[in-house]
């Protein structure tokens, strides 16, 4: 957020819904986050590949954290509210009231979340109209987006939610219309998950033949005919109901949304890098590439022209930073993937009790673990033996086949510590050669990327951070902000209002790791 001559006391919230929780933080002009506070929310996993949350249940988590963050401020002195999240389909009726998107008939579950594989048959045929849409996700959508999500309520749910919806929103959407009573979409969520062009708007004959050709003939009244760029002013702000719900003041400028990886994005791409010693400085905005990893990971590059990467989405014009063209390469599962090997290993129950006795989190304890046992060697030496393929939810970037599984090679019968420790090292090393697989692509199209900036929960992992620097070759530039995403969401705020003239950032402190 840029500096300047504003007077003191101008703070903005920002508020970030992610796949397991949601997050708020108050950040003052200077793009400072001076109060944070988050919440869990509960995920719902019926059946295999089928996931779902409860949009009353992650506003209510916003309400939560919104009202800790400002707690002991003068609320006059709350300028702006910006809000970002995953790209979650929410359904509603046309009282705006939840419907059902599972077998089961429960309306509380009325949410599809982003990483949901449940329409893989929708998607394959989608795909093979060879649609000219599709050139704009890399050839191939992937099922993690909207349109085969809906094409499968409607094959699936048709009496129970589809016969009776009247809003399909992102969650990002939803939770500003929530905001304001405002139904315009941003820019970014349309643009990258729903196939709108932000040049020529929707493609009827795209629907159409798909078999969705209802939102043509009701003028896309249930997805969005009104489009905002990211960072617009809604209504008239902040509902008094919402202001009630939230403790904000009713009338504060709230803006048109970002999805949670653009809001990270946004947050670390344009940061001014002067007077840090960083290799980056003097070089182009384009030579970066924005890596949002937590869950999942989002590596985003911008370019003046677009420019097609086969297997990355993209590229979408002003959906991230305004002017720009953005591809968005991606790995469904990083931080999960992660998790999942680490608690299903066999000495699990052994790192778990020895971190709580050193009061550490399993992964600083597995890090210092790492480094007892690598001896004189690099740390990455200790898996010359141990190969872990990462696609364990399928691959997203750059060879876009959701039906690519993961793979270990090299086990043995030993499971202890040291096992444990060494796959952990092998999975990290995997997601990173994945990153390194996507630049590859994105400079074989046209891109030219010198730096990454990272930003997101496994950015706080010092061993994630560093095999990513020495398997890309590159040196990693950390914000000494670690809550970017955040940051993300409250400029988003401060644009709203107008304090602020664009989404840019300002001078925040940064680190290189190389």
């Avoid at 902040?238 to 990270?264: C, N, Q, R, Y």
Wanted: net charge negative; proline share 4%.
């Amino acid at each position: 957020m840029p500096g300047g001559d504003q007077e003191p006391g101008r703070y903005y919230v920002g508020v970030d819904v992610g796949t397991g929780s949601v997050r708020a933080a108050l950040v003052d002009q200077r793009g400072s986050l001076l109060a944070f506070a988050d919440q869990a929310i509960n995920k719902w996993e019926p059946q295999f590949n089928h996931h779902e949350q409860s949009s009353e249940d992650i506003w209510a988590a916003c309400c939560t954290v919104t009202k800790k963050v400002v707690q002991g401020i003068d609320l006059n002195q709350i300028r702006g509210l910006g809000f970002d999240a995953t790209c979650s389909l929410v359904v509603l009726d046309k009282q705006f009231r939840p419907l059902p998107v599972n077998h089961e008939g429960d309306s509380h579950r009325n949410i599809i979340m982003w990483l949901d594989h449940r329409a893989v048959s929708q998607v394959h045929r989608i795909n093979n109209t060879k649609h000219s849409v599709l050139q704009y996700v890399g050839g191939v959508m992937s099922v993690e987006m909207q349109a085969p999500k809906l094409l499968w309520l409607k094959e699936n749910l048709r009496e129970t939610c589809w016969d009776k919806a009247g809003h399909f929103f992102d969650l990002p959407d939803f939770l500003s219309w929530k905001a304001t009573g405002v139904t315009a979409r941003s820019l970014c969520s349309l643009v990258c998950k729903w196939t709108y062009s932000a040049e020529k708007g929707w493609d009827d004959s795209f629907w159409k033949m798909i078999g969705l050709e209802d939102f043509v003939s009701d003028n896309y009244s249930k997805i969005g005919n009104q489009v905002l760029p990211p960072g617009a002013s809604l209504g008239n702000g902040l509902t008094p109901e919402a202001a009630k719900d939230l403790g904000l003041p009713a009338g504060i400028a709230v803006a048109a949304s970002l999805i949670d990886a653009h809001a990270g994005g946004l947050g670390v791409i344009g940061t001014d890098v002067r007077g840090h010693g960083l290799t980056c400085e003097g070089q182009p905005v384009t030579s970066r590439l924005a890596v949002i990893c937590g869950t999942s990971s989002c590596h985003m590059g911008i370019s003046k022209d677009p420019i097609f990467v086969p297997g990355v989405w993209g590229p979408y014009f002003s959906a991230m930073v305004p002017g720009f063209w953005l591809n968005e390469g991606g790995q469904s599962v990083t931080g999960k993937l992660i998790d999942h090997m680490v608690k299903g290993h066999a000495a699990f129950p052994e790192l778990q009790a020895k971190a709580t006795a050193r009061c550490q989190s399993i992964y600083a304890y597995l890090n210092s673990h790492l480094d007892l046992i690598k001896k004189a060697q690099p740390v990455g030496f200790l898996t010359v033996d141990l190969h872990v393929w990462p696609d364990f939810h399928g691959n997203r970037s750059p060879l876009a086949d959701l039906t690519l599984k993961g793979m270990v090679t090299g086990l043995k019968l030993s499971q202890d510590l040291d096992d444990l420790a060494i796959l952990y090292l092998a999975t990290v090393q995997a997601i990173a050669f994945g990153t390194r697989f996507i630049i590859e692509a994105m400079e074989a199209a046209g891109h030219s990327i010198s730096t990454l900036f990272l930003c997101g929960g496994l950015s706080k992992n010092p061993l994630f951070v560093q095999m990513h620097a020495d398997i890309t070759g590159m040196p990693v530039v950390l914000s000494q902000e670690v809550e970017s995403v955040l940051v993300g969401a409250a400029i988003l705020g401060a644009c709203a209002l107008g304090d602020f003239t664009s989404v840019q950032m300002g001078r925040l402190g940064h680190r290189e790791v190389k």
